[in-house]
């Protein structure tokens, strides 16, 4: 197991910094001007901007760049100064980060709770009224955009009933204000996460049902619930589990979109302002921290499901 | 309810089968699938959107960026079968042309992502060695990719080139955006069927067909598009078919967000951006472009579980 660790960890290390590579090429070879209004305005001269891109380190080639911006990066923990708002970008990305995680995280957890109850009732009693009742709320649940469902939402709850705020005020006080403003965010993302889920589990608990070893277990006279928790959901809920833990990056493109609605002033929202203002080293940082979290739940899924089933052999 | 296993009784079936025609494959699979409600009904609204969609200009010919009119946000009617917009222009006529866009970005992104990842796959499943593992390390990195922060930078980024590019050889800029859209869309989906495609080769490549195949002289390109891939066709046509209406959903978020085609392109995303701010008082024009694209992609998700019941050898009866 140790040696199968630190092999995985070193594979992610090797990732992260290629995709890195990949982040900082993209916007190396980005059409346009990296001084932005400097270089079109008529009030500095040739030299000056030469001197800028000199001192700035433009007339590197491209390796020598991305050296000095991975060591300022990774070790010195300096991720530059955000062009539009001109404050550090860490303050900047990391001052965001507890609403994302505030309405992610709940969004997620709730996402979770109803996935797994409907997705193993769903599979026990296949096409039932339950089971078909499930699987078209899963259907519709993906196939609809998260950036209508939160229209919708805002369209019942705040423009025809008038109970939720439908724009989220960060300096709002007090609990449950701020629980009222972040019903629909979650809900929404709750939505679509345990949609995709239900399936999964139901496909998985399926899979399980028909296995030799539950009809043993019942042949051998175990009560049904014994059977279901100890014999079904504790093999079905394995690869579950890891799924849970690979999607949740994918959520987080959700919050792009869904911080975007309901003017959430979390990381998907200063993401999308970084990109409209060209503003490169927070939108570098955001990326970045998004690939990090992809590889990082990546590890965690291969190394639950080493540790949950031992039929793996991990070497 | 995504299930229709309900076998003809024993004896009816065999009398069946004895009058029938032999079927082939793809005939047992489509008799399998015309039994999967759901799915047909995915089937036949898919097809019929699509066809207004492309034919639509025709027969209701109203001007899409119609100049501002005062006939703002009204609801339907016989002249405006979905009333009007903010500025006063025709909503029916924008959705039908919002339709062509997303219905081609979502057939062509998908294209784009399944030839790429079968050739992919198909390379590392039949040649094995250094160069599979050579390009699964190169598929694990692009799974381990951030993608819808890409996505929207790429498209950011590169649009204008693609939009001057697009004018210089086609004198269309919005063929460059769609021609950027589909490329980004197809670049960061192909990983889920080159794995698909490699496991399926590492096993259709063992059997006795291939063998003999190859020993009648087949050379290698032969054995993996003629003899191979065909065998490995099921897990790629329902990847292909959800990888539609992903590519949809994709694209509708990009215009959403205002980093899609440009605003004059009335796309369903940039009609759902726009309602955005009127939704108080015109929510009509929300409803219309959000429920289309829930619909679409509704029918395809449906399409596409009818097609993995029907082409799962598993299933046959």
Same mark, same amino acid.
């Given at each position: 197991m140790g040696r199968y660790l630190i092999r995985r960890l070193l594979i992610s290390v090797v990732t992260l910094i290629a995709i890195s590579m990949i982040i900082y090429s993209i916007l190396y070879l980005a059409p346009g001007d990296p001084l932005g209004g400097l270089a079109t305005n008529p009030n500095v001269s040739a030299e000056t901007r030469q001197r800028i891109r000199e001192s700035w380190g433009l007339n590197d080639p491209l390796y020598i760049q991305y050296f000095k911006w991975a060591k300022a990066y990774f070790f010195d923990f300096d991720w530059g100064t955000s062009i539009s708002s001109r404050v550090p970008v860490r303050d900047y990305v990391l001052g965001r980060v507890p609403v994302t995680i505030q309405i992610l995280g709940t969004a997620y957890l709730l996402g979770v709770m109803i996935a797994i109850p409907v997705g193993v009732i769903s599979a026990l009693k296949q096409y039932s009224i339950f089971d078909q009742v499930a699987t078209t709320f899963a259907f519709f649940g993906f196939s609809i955009p998260t950036f209508f469902s939160g229209l919708l939402l805002i369209l019942l709850f705040s423009v025809q009933l008038g109970w939720l705020p439908f724009v989220y005020d960060s300096t709002v006080t007090g609990f449950w204000p701020n629980v009222k403003q972040s019903i629909m965010p979650i809900t929404v993302l709750a939505l679509f996460g345990s949609a995709q889920l239900t399936r999964f589990v139901r496909a998985s608990m399926l899979e399980v049902i028909n296995q030799d070893y539950i009809r043993t277990a019942r042949a051998k006279g175990l009560r049904e619930q014994v059977v279901v928790i100890a014999h079904i959901m504790r093999n079905a809920m394995i690869p579950v589990v890891t799924i849970i833990a690979l999607q949740l990056p994918g959520i987080v493109g959700g919050a792009v979109i869904t911080e975007q609605i309901f003017r959430v002033p979390g990381v998907g929202r200063a993401l999308i302002d970084g990109i409209l203002a060209k503003d490169v080293p927070v939108v570098m940082a955001i990326t970045f921290g998004v690939a990090t979290l992809v590889v990082f739940f990546n590890v965690v899924a291969d190394i639950l499901y080493a540790v949950l089933d031992p039929r793996i052999k991990y070497s | 309810m995504s299930h229709t296993e309900t076998p003809a009784p024993a004896q009816e079936f065999k009398l069946a089968a004895r009058m029938r025609p032999q079927r082939s494959l793809w005939g047992n699979a489509? $008799?399998?699938?015309?039994?999967?409600?759901?799915?047909?009904?995915?089937? /036949?609204?898919?097809?019929?959107?699509?066809?207004?969609?492309?034919?639509?200009?025709? /027969?209701?010919? =109203? !001007?899409?960026?119609?100049?501002?009119?005062?006939?703002?946000?009204e609801g339907p009617s016989i002249s405006h079968p979905m009333g009007t917009d903010s500025l006063g222009q025709d909503i029916f006529a924008r959705i039908l042309y919002g339709g062509r866009i997303s219905i081609s970005v979502g057939l062509v992104a998908a294209f784009v992502a399944i030839t790429?990842?079968?050739?992919?796959?198909?390379?590392?499943?039949?040649?094995?060695?250094?160069?599979?593992?050579?390009?699964? $390390? /190169?598929?694990?990195?692009? &799974?381990?990719?951030?993608?819808?922060?890409?996505?929207?930078? /790429?498209?950011?980024?590169?649009?204008?080139?693609?939009?001057?590019?697009? =004018?210089?050889?086609?004198?269309?800029?919005?063929?460059?955006?769609?021609?950027? &859209?589909?490329?980004?869309?197809?670049?960061?989906?192909?990983?889920?069927? +080159? $794995?698909?495609? $490699?496991?399926?080769?590492?096993?259709?490549? !063992?059997? =006795?067909?291939? !063998?003999? +195949?190859r020993s009648i002289g087949a050379n290698t390109s032969i054995l993996m598009f003629r003899h191979i891939l065909p065998n490995t066709l099921s897990p790629i046509i329902v990847a292909a078919t959800l990888e539609v209406g992903a590519a949809i959903i994709t694209e509708s978020a990009l215009s959403f967000l205002g980093l899609g085609f440009p605003s004059d392109v009335p796309t369903w995303g940039a009609m759902l951006l726009g309602a955005n701010n009127y939704l108080q008082i015109y929510p009509h024009e929300a409803i219309f472009p959000g429920t289309l694209i829930f619909l679409t992609v509704l029918a395809i998700n449906y399409v596409g579980d009818g097609l993995r019941d029907a082409l799962d050898p598993r299933k046959t009866h």
């Open positions: - | 489509w $008799r399998q699938f015309t039994h999967h409600k759901l799915a047909m009904f995915g089937l /036949i609204v898919f097809s019929l959107f699509t066809v207004v969609a492309f034919t639509g200009p025709y /027969i209701w010919p =109203e !001007e899409v960026n119609a100049p501002f009119a005062f006939n703002t946000g790429l990842g079968t050739l992919i796959g198909a390379v590392a499943g039949y040649f094995g060695g250094f160069l599979d593992s050579l390009l699964m $390390r /190169i598929t694990d990195l692009f &799974i381990s990719l951030p993608q819808l922060p890409l996505l929207l930078l /790429i498209t950011f980024l590169f649009k204008d080139s693609f939009q001057n590019k697009s =004018e210089e050889i086609t004198g269309s800029r919005n063929f460059g955006v769609f021609f950027l &859209i589909v490329l980004v869309i197809g670049l960061l989906a192909w990983m889920p069927t +080159a $794995r698909l495609v $490699r496991a399926s080769f590492f096993s259709v490549k !063992e059997k =006795e067909f291939v !063998e003999a +195949a």
